[in-house]
């Protein structure tokens, strides 16, 4: 039997980094990552292939490999971009897969597991797994896909690839079968839209895996698959424009008319129409502004037709409009009006079920300054945008109107992992947009929007792991979006919990009033259990026949279920000595609401304060067990400190 072919099926997948002088990420992040993942090394390896650093890194890496054996260390000579140390990695990878990781970046645990093992169930050429932004300031990742998907290459969309960056699996064979590699050359941009764009025109079967985080893409502004971000004054516009139309025109060479439907529209929103809207016209400098408007204008004429303009929001279809008309001065003046859009996000009602299901409703407001935004309503029930009078004369009145993208707007409710930042939308049960006529003829709109969210099956059919979850929405109004956490009112700003099964279920405002929910263990159970407000007759022992138990009753949290989730009690001498720590469990009691039992233990005659504890979070009592000589025992209230 041929050796390398059996080592080629041993090992599923190659993951390979491309590294240029790479810092302290590559072991604090990336290895680090990879020395975490849950398959075995012996089913995976790690090609560094270094783009002639030059500076000592290639030390770095022999250095790692040194005590790794499934790491392999090639050096080249400098290229000055990403293409050519991956397409090296091709050339050299044994694994069934191979994927592309940044020298920045990270993998969750079990990311190689979990993607090698759906790639390889379905046969799959290309796997697109769910990838998460993660930047310093807290911010929402939000990811398209609402279900794991399968599809051959009838079925696959090139929407299907988004996010275009290569952090995905790909057959070794399939690359080299059809000679696919990334677009050599420092001045070749976005290579990873060639490379994916190549493999959607050859594969065979293809997949997404959303319901499980594989990458994390760190956003630290120099990451090695950024290309034209940051601040536009540094960048070569004649090559930005340029590069952009070699773009478009490979994908028209390469695509059906569907896909390419697809994929214009999406360079069109992303790269073309940015350049008309506040951050650029506003923020940047105005010889700059002009000198890339004179290259923008010929290039909608010639690579943007009017039929993409069609589908865009009632926001960017104004844009559209002036800058189709070369009006630049109207698109400033219309960036003034955009660039004091705000956003207003905020909790109507939260409910946790007795099985454990969460019924969030919201409602968001589209605001102006600060104000709710006014609409005009017209005799025919129509809605229109209101604009100051020189700007509304200059935009169609198809552009003005915006009844349906009000009547249609979008906003899903979400939950967000604190720590792993991925993020799955929920189950929507109903949307409404409201009107409120005005006296003066002007019109309010609320939109109100509702969801289930089941801890059972939120992450795509898979329960929410325990931890702390962002609830939050994106919503789309008219064209403006946002995707942030949603604010709790002060009238319902408290802590809500329950006990489903042993498991703890706590929604709560944070700091900046935000929305969260907590499962398994929760900072503010004790608050949403009312512990503060517990009198004596919440504690007794019972007597059953056997051991005896002390019971601290909890009103406040509804329970059910025949689970238990273990706890203690604290007993601390009030007079001073060692505190006695009791084992115990939080239960469900047959009438509904929370209860703990703790494993009775005879004291010594005196008073002992009680705290509750569960998983690090504790509460004190506000009544004391009194214990006479005698051994009796009864709950007296606590005297103030």
């Known amino acids: 039997m041929d050796e390398s072919r059996t080592e080629h099926d041993r090992i599923k997948v190659s993951v390979v980094i491309a590294t240029y002088r790479s810092g302290a990420a590559l072991t604090d992040r990336v290895m680090a990552s990879l020395d975490a993942q849950t398959l075995s090394t012996d089913e995976f390896e790690v090609l560094l292939v270094d783009d002639g650093s030059g500076d000592g890194t290639i030390d770095l890496l022999h250095s790692i490999a040194a005590e790794r054996p499934h790491v392999r260390v090639h050096e080249i000579e400098h290229s000055g971009w990403p293409s050519r140390p991956r397409n090296t990695g091709i050339d050299l990878a044994r694994g069934t ?77 399939f690359l080299r079968k059809h000679d696919i590699r990334f677009p050599d050359g420092a001045d070749v941009h976005w290579e990873d839209r060639y490379f994916n764009a190549r493999c959607l025109t050859s594969l065979d079967a293809f997949g997404v895996l959303a319901s499980e985080p594989f990458y994390q893409w760190i956003d630290t502004g120099q990451n090695s698959s950024r290309a034209y971000e940051g601040d536009p004054a540094d960048w070569d516009l ?48 105005a010889d700059l502004v002009e000198r890339s408007f004179e290259l923008m204008v010929p290039f909608v004429q010639s690579h943007c037709p009017p039929e993409l303009d069609a589908t865009l929001s009632p926001v960017r279809r104004a844009r559209a409009s002036l800058l189709r008309a070369g009006n630049l001065p109207g698109l400033r003046r219309l960036a ?48 229109r945008r209101t604009l100051r009078a020189d700007l509304s004369a200059t935009l169609p009145e198809d552009v003005l109107d915006v009844t349906e993208a009000v009547e ?166 009030a007079a001073g000595g060692a505190a006695i720590v009791l084992p115990a469990q939080l239960e469900a009691d047959p009438g509904g609401s929370a209860r703990i039992r703790a494993s009775w233990h005879k004291l010594a005659a005196g008073e002992y304060d009680v705290l509750l504890r569960h998983r690090g979070h504790e509460a004190r009592v506000p009544a004391r067990l009194s214990v006479s000589r005698l051994g009796r025992v009864k709950a007296v209230t606590r005297d103030a400190p």
């Open 97 to 173: 897969y191979v994927c592309f990781m940044d020298h920045d970046d990270a993998l969750y645990p079990e990311a190689l597991e979990q993607a090698t093992t759906f790639a390889l169930e379905h046969g799959l050429d290309v796997l697109n797994p769910k990838e998460v932004m993660v930047r310093p300031e807290a911010s929402w990742n939000w990811m398209g896909y609402d279900e794991d998907i399968v599809a051959d290459a009838a079925g696959t969309r090139a929407t299907l690839m988004v996010p275009s960056r290569p952090h995905k699996l790909y057959r070794t064979d």
């Open 336 to 383: 003034a009006v955009d660039a004091a859009a705000g956003m207003q996000i905020r909790l109507g009602a939260v409910r946790i079920e007795s099985d454990g299901s969460i019924v969030v409703a919201a409602y968001a407001r589209l605001l102006h300054d600060g104000e709710p935004v006014r609409f005009e309503e017209t005799p025919a029930g129509r809605l």
């Open 408 to 573: 249609r707007f979008g906003c899903t409710i979400a939950v967000r992992h604190l720590e792993g930042h991925d993020v799955y939308p929920q189950h929507q049960t109903s949307t409404e947009a409201v009107r409120r006529p005005q006296p003066d003829g002007g019109c309010l709109v609320r939109f109100d929007f509702r969801a289930v969210i089941d801890p059972r099956t939120a992450r795509l059919g898979k329960p929410l792991a325990d931890g702390t979850w962002e609830v939050g929405a994106d919503c789309d109004l008219i064209g403006f979006e946002r995707a942030r956490g949603i604010v709790m009112p002060t009238a319902i700003r408290r802590a809500y919990g329950r006990l489903v099964d042993g498991r703890v279920i706590v929604v709560r405002p944070d700091a900046e009033k935000r929305l969260m929910l907590d499962l398994g263990a929760s900072e503010a159970l004790w608050d949403a259990a009312g512990v503060a407000d517990l009198g004596p007759d919440a504690l007794r022992l019972d007597r059953p026949v056997g051991p005896r138990f002390l019971v601290v009753q909890l009103p406040g949290l509804p329970a059910g279920g025949p689970g238990a989730t273990a706890c203690e009690v604290e007993l601390r001498p």
């Open 238 to 285: 004649e090559v930005y424009w340029a590069s952009l139309k070699e773009l478009f025109d490979f994908l028209a060479s390469v695509h059906s008319e569907r896909d390419l439907a697809d994929l214009r529209q999406r360079e069109y929103v992303n790269r073309v129409l940015p350049w008309a809207g506040p951050r650029r016209l506003l923020e940047q400098d």
